[in-house]
């Protein structure tokens, strides 16, 4: 509706929570029968998912300079709504 680099903003926005939530899924990936071993994976899973984003996120500060930021902050809150949307689900 607003042109293409509120378009690409929006689709950069959308792959930054995906990218984040896939490097979270190939760490957790593995899976264990101890409790203790599992929060801690979840733990540094989630640490890293959020290092991603925030280093995505300043690469589209520097390399997308013509970014509509509206756009992508709602491309990324749309995926990350319908990602835990999705958890609803399950």
């Given at each position: 509706?607003?042109?293409?680099?509120q378009?690409?903003?929006?689709?950069?926005?959308?792959?930054?929570a995906?990218?984040?939530?896939?490097?979270?899924?190939?760490?957790?990936?593995?899976?264990?029968?101890?409790?203790?071993?599992?929060?801690?994976t979840?733990?540094?899973?989630?640490?890293?998912?959020?290092?991603?984003?925030?280093?995505?996120?300043?690469?589209?500060?520097?390399?997308?300079q013509s970014?509509?930021?509206?756009?992508?902050?709602?491309g990324?809150?749309?995926?990350?709504?319908?990602?835990?949307?999705s958890?609803?689900?399950?």
């Amino acid at each position: 509706m607003s042109g293409a680099v509120q378009a690409w903003s929006a689709a950069y926005g959308g792959a930054i929570a995906v990218i984040g939530s896939l490097m979270y899924a190939m760490i957790v990936a593995g899976g264990t029968n101890d409790a203790n071993k599992a929060f801690r994976t979840h733990i540094r899973a989630e640490v890293v998912k959020i290092f991603i984003t925030v280093v995505l996120f300043v690469l589209a500060l520097a390399l997308f300079q013509s970014a509509s930021w509206l756009w992508l902050i709602l491309g990324f809150a749309v995926a990350t709504l319908a990602y835990w949307f999705s958890l609803l689900a399950v």
